[in-house]
């Protein structure tokens, strides 16, 4: 029973935070919108084929920004929020790909499935990073090895994302 609700508890966490960035993006007008992607991820808005650096700084600074706060014994329950953040921006995003009409197949065979994983890995890095009494019975601290499949992972979608832009710009 334990891990179901954990399951939809993470459901939960994701889909809030996709919910809440559809709104946010029909909520904004077009130059907040481009505004806010253009710090955050400047590749939905280039005409050709990102540069690596760019496809970097979307990719890592969530895991980065999540382990700064995980560091610190006052912040490390705000990591959850990241999460939402990001699921929030993936949705945000979502919706702008969508609502511009002539970035569906980007969408489709990019955006969503590689941001998915990404938002997934991520709010189980900070479940290993920052684990609630229950997850963690045996012993207390970080668990390394699932800190370094995580990462390996995510490294592991990174290159796919890179070969999908690829291929598809």
Partial sequence: MNRSLQIIYFFLIISIGFIGGIIAFKLSTPSQSEWLISIMDPRLL??????????????????????????HQWFR???????????????????????TQHAFWSYALWWFPIQFLYTCLLLLFSIVLV???????????????????????????????????????
Avoid: D
């Avoid at 329950?77 to 609502?99: N, Y």
């Avoid at 668990?143 to 291929?167: A, C, D, P, Q, Y």
């Fill in 46 to 71: 280039l005409e050709g084929k990102p540069k690596l650096w760019q496809s970097l700084w979307p990719a890592f600074m969530p895991y980065l920004f999540l382990v700064l706060l995980a560091t």
């Fill in 77 to 99: 329950h705000a990591t959850r929020l990241v999460v939402v953040c990001k699921s929030a921006f993936f949705g945000f995003c979502s919706a702008f790909l969508i609502a």
């Fill in 131 to 169: 684990p609630k009494p229950f997850y963690n019975n045996r012993k207390k601290g970080i668990h390394w090895k699932r800190v370094i499949v995580i990462n390996i992972m995510t490294l592991m979608i990174f290159g796919i994302e890179l070969i999908i832009i690829h291929f598809m710009f």
